[in-house]
């Protein structure tokens, strides 16, 4: 053994970054001491990758392949939606443009389903005629011609089914006496007078006025090297209106004479998913009161807005109504005559929110607890979904200050659509099945509620729910009692 060394050195480790080599270098002993080497693995250098490191590789990389065909469906649902929603914002603003070209929101066209005017006769205020004080309207001609005969009951009200004490607005249809004919871009006024259109005529008028047709029906074909075709129908020019009733193409022509359909015009079909019906009710706001101070049986002006009701309704070109164009989405219009199917929840049904339930105090809507009628309801009663529509129903209630008692006369009902953007898990455990919701519109008054159903001493809004709702385009207006170019 070598003297110079020391008897028991130190050796610090060190990693070669060439060679793959251990080495070894005394911390203690002569600084001219030769570095000892240890050799502990072949000098070869790597060049691959271990069989865990490409295992690892493969399963993140699946997992991630996982998680983006995951998000694909999710995307595909929301695109869907938003188209959904753009298309029923288009077609609102153009349903609200044809009502008022057409002159749909002249009262004196609209009839309930056995063909009453719908308007007062004889109103000493002035007009001949005038809308119910405080009622609203629920235009809905497509659904009346659908739901005509023996079971056409339920098409008296909005929603359907719905009797006192519940809180509806009055459906009513348009007088088809009049050019409705919808390749006339501006249709005369005419009286109201009874209908004597067949009901084949009668369907056809409405499901071309109320259908919106801007998505038309072009199906891609199977063989990728064919072009797309749309679907073309010919309409009958022998009924009335003229140009509404499809008829068979291409006409085969009778003792050799071409018939009168052979010049019929042609008309491009859609796909008829979006269909529009108009809400028409009030303005009401959470600050108005009006009072009768001076006994002449028309509410004052109490707030000072230059808003003078009279007992009637009509607000003698004053007033405001809220008119709304609801657009729904492969609507089923035979619902009202017919039940709904086993499990499914009918298109119009009614949900109530107790005066203490709005949690947000009405503010825009908020947070709300939906509660079914009866107490054994079920979670289809209550069902909803995100981006869908409904109606809060109430009444707007006076109390004469001398007395504190309700004025009867000056009852009027208050109808605002709200959009549902979030919709929370169904309690059955609840006195009545209860459903939280979160909804996004005007303010809404918890002092509007009507009735105490449960018996708990509580009055409750109503809230009407519809399962094909997929807008609601809402403008304040005035109704056009004559024709709008008198403006």
């Not at 610090?12 to 050799?39: F, H, Q, W």
């Not at 690892?56 to 694909?72: D, E, K, N, R």
């Not at 009778?254 to 079909?269: C, E, K, T």
């Not at 947000?360 to 947070?367: N, T």
């Amino acid at each position: 053994m070598r003297d110079d060394l020391p008897a028991n050195p130190r050796w610090l480790k060190e990693n070669a970054e060439v060679t793959s080599m251990t080495r070894y270098r005394p911390v203690t002993g002569r600084r001219d001491l030769r570095v000892a080497i240890c050799i502990l693995q072949s000098p070869a250098r790597r060049r691959g990758i271990t069989l865990l490191e490409v295992l690892v590789s493969i399963f993140i990389i699946t997992f991630g392949l996982l998680g983006v065909l995951a998000v694909i469906p999710i995307g595909r649902f929301d695109l869907a939606e938003m188209h959904k929603a753009d298309r029923a914002a288009a077609c609102g603003r153009a349903g609200l443009r044809e009502a008022q070209l057409r002159g749909f929101l002249n009262p004196r066209l609209w009839l309930y389903r056995n063909r009453i005017q719908a308007v007062v006769l004889g109103n000493p205020a002035g007009d001949a005629a005038a809308l119910e004080f405080g009622e609203g309207y629920a235009l809905d001609p497509l659904f009346i011609a659908n739901n005509q005969g023996p079971n056409d009951g339920p098409t008296a009200s909005f929603p359907y089914g719905v009797s006192p004490p519940f809180v509806a607005m009055k459906r009513v249809t348009l007088d088809p006496d009049f050019d409705m004919n919808p390749l006339t871009p501006i249709n005369a006024v005419a009286s109201a007078a009874a209908n004597q259109v067949n009901a084949a005529l009668h369907r056809a008028v409405f499901d071309r006025i109320f259908t919106w047709p801007d998505i038309l029906n072009v199906p891609v074909p199977e063989v990728a090297d064919e072009r797309p075709r749309q679907f073309i129908t010919a309409l009958d020019t022998s009924s009335t209106p003229s140009g509404l009733l499809p008829c068979a193409w291409p006409p085969s022509p009778v003792d050799g004479v071409p018939p009168r359909n052979v010049l019929a015009p042609l008309m491009r079909q859609s796909l008829a998913d979006f269909t529009w019906m108009i809400t028409v009710a009030p303005r009401v706001e959470r600050s108005d009161f009006f009072y009768d101070a001076d006994g002449d049986g028309q509410p004052d002006d109490y707030d000072g807005d230059g808003i003078v009701p009279d007992f009637f309704g009509f607000l003698r070109k004053k007033g405001l109504y809220d008119v709304s164009v609801v657009v729904f989405h492969k609507r089923d219009v035979s619902d009202g005559a017919f039940p709904p199917a086993p499990g499914e929840p009918a298109a119009e049904r009614v949900a109530m929110i107790e005066q203490d339930a709005f949690l947000g105090a009405g503010l825009s809507g908020g947070d709300v607890a939906l509660s079914t009628v009866a107490p054994s309801g079920s979670p289809r009663d209550l069902e909803l979904r995100k981006g869908q529509w409904l109606l809060l129903c109430g009444v707007q209630r006076v109390v004469d200050p001398s007395n504190g008692n309700l004025v009867p006369t000056m009852i009027r009902k208050v109808f605002k659509w709200y959009r549902v953007v979030a919709v929370g898990d169904f309690d059955p455990s609840a006195n009545r099945p209860t459903r939280y919701v979160t909804l996004a519109g005007p303010d809404w008054d918890p002092n509007w509620s009507f009735l105490d159903t449960d018996g708990d001493g509580v009055r409750e809004t109503q809230a009407a729910l519809f399962s094909d709702t997929a807008g609601v385009y809402t403008v304040t207006t005035e109704l056009h009692w004559n024709s709008i170019w008198e403006y």
